[in-house]
Every structure is written in C-alpha cells, then in structure tokens.
C-alpha cells in the first residue's frame, strides 16, 4: 500500500491512506485537542475543538473528520487555530452550569481540563440553560442534560460498543436532548447499568451513581433532590 506524504508543523508525515489528520498528527507526536472524538467510535466533528489550518482550504478543517491527502500542508498551531478553539469552548460552555466546586466530576472533567489547556479563566458568554432536570430514576447512574455538550459518546458507544441503543438525541435544535425514547426516565429504558455511557462521558452528564452524587444533588437543590429522585426526568419549559 502506498503511503500518503503530508506535512504537519513542518514535520514530514507518512500515513496510511484513510487516515485522519488527528490520527497522523498523533502518529507523529503532536498533540490535538479534541472533545467528541472517540476513536473508530464517534468521529462526527461535532465539537470544532480539533480545528487545523490546511494550507488552501478556505476555512479552518476538522482534524478528526478530514483525511489526509497527498501534500497536504497542516497547521495546528497557529494563533488563529488556537483563537478558534478557545472561542468554541467558550461557547460550549456557555450554556455550562456554573457547578464545578459541588460537580462530582470536578478535576476529572474533560472540559474543566481543556478549559485551563486553552487558557479560559472566565466566561465571556452566558447563553439560555438546558430546559431539562437531571434524572435519577436508575439505580446505578444520573443524566444531567444541564452538563451535557451534545458530543455524543455516551450514544456512540451505547449503539456501537454495548448494542443496547438505550439513549439517542431527542428532539431538535437548542431543545436536544440526549435520552432515552420519548424522553423516558433512564430508570424506565432498555439500560442494562454497564457505566460505558458514564466512562465515556467528558463531563458529569452522565455519572455513576455515588454518595458523592447525592451529595452534589442536594448541595446544588436541596428541595428538589427528593422529588427527582423520585420522579421520572420532566421538561422544565
Ligand atoms: Fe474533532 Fe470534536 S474532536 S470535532
């Protein structure tokens, strides 16, 4: 098989044809950030976190979506690659409760992690919340669609790793939600508790279970917590 000859930050790069500019650039040591990849698992492009300038494109490519292709000139590190990711981050988490001292995923949180990597250390925008509540109907795990970015792990590996397809996206626009059917609580789904949706998740959208989580739950609505984790997840609007 003949090798595709590209060049990433000036240092010439071999790959196999098909292979992703993330997968090359990790190939030969340098480092892209990313959000919603999961390799051979969730390769959608969804975060725009991974953005590369491509010599001759007219706009910034996804690395995890974009191929390699013979001569091909990358850049991932330019002031203008990394102005673009610290914006969409800063968008994505627009929308982010302000939680992290109670979350229980606080310092073990993809976006809290990438967050310091690409220097945001306070929030130029605030968009409208999620109309959902965080559902604690199963017994092993609690979905917080406040905290989720839409990545789509937890659905990809769900479908693609487990076959049980217990949760998808859910309605459209700002009003997605990733969740079971017809927005049953989890509690009530096809969810057989193998934590795979939890391990995957970059953020505490969807986490286990735990006395920590209880806690958090009744740090952050001490009147709610004991009617939803009860009741099944209802929309708020
Ligand atoms: Fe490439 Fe999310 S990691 S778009």
Same mark, same amino acid.
């Given at each position: 098989? &003949? *090798? +595709?000859? /590209?060049? +990433?930050?000036?240092?010439?790069? %071999? ?19 990313? /959000? ?9 492009? =969804?975060?725009? +976190? $991974? ?31 990394? %102005?673009?990711? !610290?914006?969409?981050?800063? *968008?994505?988490? =627009?929308?982010?409760?302000?939680? @992290?001292? +109670? @979350?229980?995923?606080?310092?073990? $949180? ?12 306070? *929030? ?5 919340? &999620? ?8 017994? =092993? /795990?609690?979905? #917080? ?8 792990? $937890? ?6 790793? %487990?076959?049980? =397809? ?29 934590? %795979? ?11 286990? !279970?735990?006395q920590?989580g209880e806690v958090w739950a009744a740090?952050? #609505?001490?009147? !709610? ?11 708020? &609007?």
């Open positions: 098989m &003949s *090798l +595709i000859n /590209l060049t +990433i930050d000036g240092v010439q790069v %071999q790959a196999v044809p098909g292979t992703s500019v993330l997968e090359a650039a990790g190939q030969a040591g340098i480092k892209i950030p990313t /959000l919603c990849y999961l390799k051979e698992i969730n390769e959608i492009g =969804s975060c725009r +976190i $991974c953005l590369v300038e491509v010599e001759g494109a007219r706009t910034l490519q996804a690395s995890c979506v974009t191929p390699v292709t013979e001569g091909m000139v990358v850049r991932t590190n330019t002031p203008e690659v990394r %102005q673009a990711r !610290k914006l969409n981050l800063e *968008l994505i988490m =627009s929308n982010h409760p302000q939680e @992290c001292l +109670i @979350c229980p995923r606080s310092t073990n $949180c993809e976006l809290q992690q990438l967050a310091a990597e690409l220097g945001i250390s306070e *929030l130029r925008f605030t968009g409208a919340m &999620s109309p959902y509540e965080p559902d604690f109907s199963s017994p =092993s /795990l609690v979905r #917080d669609p406040r905290k989720c970015i839409l990545c789509r792990r $937890c659905v990809s590996v769900c479908e693609n790793v %487990q076959q049980v =397809s217990a949760i998808a996206p859910q309605e459209r626009g700002f009003d997605t939600v990733v969740a079971p059917a017809f927005l049953e609580p989890l509690g009530n789904a096809a969810c057989v508790n193998c934590g %795979q949706c939890a391990l995957v998740c970059p953020t505490a959208a969807i986490h286990e !279970k735990d920590t740090l952050a #609505d001490p009147e !709610k917590h004991v009617v939803v984790q009860t009741a099944p997840a209802v929309r708020v &609007s």
